[in-house]
Each structure stands twice: as structure tokens, then as C-alpha cells.
């Protein structure tokens, strides 16, 4: 009386479904699998400006952050707040400013510095596809 088809589960996924578990699946297999090697070139290129913007737009952000607390000391209510006379707030404030305006300015080195140290570190493998795809 224990048939086995009764116990046993079974479900079939429609055709969008299949696709999206295949793409979902592409993710996770080795790149060498289903990517050709001028999409791997096209990667490696893109993979190089795209990290020194990450690091770029952090410290810019991060800087003008910074200066705009700078302005606040200076601008606000805020000494009164913080129980600071208005000269001290004045100079703690152009300080913390000049301090984030600094900072904020050393994004764009900083992002050239990236993008140098990253092509100097992927240039081996992007000489040898461009070799392979110009043959």
C-alpha cells in the first residue's frame, strides 16, 4: 500500500522561471565558463575605473561632509549649543572646514593614484587578451 509516487514531490519550473534560475546560476559559475575573452577584456577595463570612483567619491564626500560641519560652527546656532564662545566656535569651525576642503580636494590625486596602481596591477592579463583577439 506505500506507493512511492505518493510521497515523492515533484514541481516544474515555466520557461521565465528556468531563465531566471539560469541567470541567476551564471552568477556563481566561473566567469571562464560563459564569458568570452573581449567581455573579459571590456571587464578588466571597466573594473579599473570603477573602483578609484568608489575610493574617489568616499573621500570627496566624506571631505565635503566635513567641511560643511566646519561651516556649521561657524554659521549656526550651533556654538550656543555646544556652549563655545563665538571666536572659538569661529576657529574650531574654519579648522574643521579647511581640514574637510583638503580632503575633499585630495579625491581627484587620489583617483588617478587608483587608476594607475590598478592598470599597472591588470596590465599583464590585458596585454595578453589583446594579443589573442588581434592575432
Known amino acids: 500500500m506505500n506507493n512511492p509516487e505518493k510521497s515523492k514531490f515533484s514541481y516544474i519550473y515555466s520557461a521565465p522561471e528556468q531563465a531566471e534560475i539560469k541567470r541567476i546560476r551564471e552568477k556563481y559559475t566561473a566567469p571562464t565558463e560563459s564569458e568570452s575573452k573581449l567581455e573579459r577584456l571590456q571587464r578588466l577595463d571597466s573594473s579599473v575605473t570603477k573602483t578609484a570612483m568608489a575610493v574617489a567619491l568616499t573621500i570627496g564626500i566624506l571631505g565635503t561632509l566635513i567641511m560643511g560641519s566646519g561651516m556649521s560652527l ?15 566656535a569661529m576657529a ?44
Open 74 to 88: 561657524c554659521m549656526t546656532e550651533l556654538p550656543v549649543i555646544l556652549n563655545l564662545g563665538k571666536p572659538q
Open 92 to 135: 574650531v569651525g574654519i579648522a574643521i572646514g579647511v581640514l574637510g576642503g583638503i580632503l575633499a580636494a585630495l579625491a581627484y590625486p587620489v583617483y588617478c593614484a587608483a587608476v594607475r596602481r590598478k592598470r599597472k596591477k591588470i596590465a599583464p592579463e590585458i596585454l595578453r587578451l589583446t594579443n589573442e583577439l588581434m592575432k
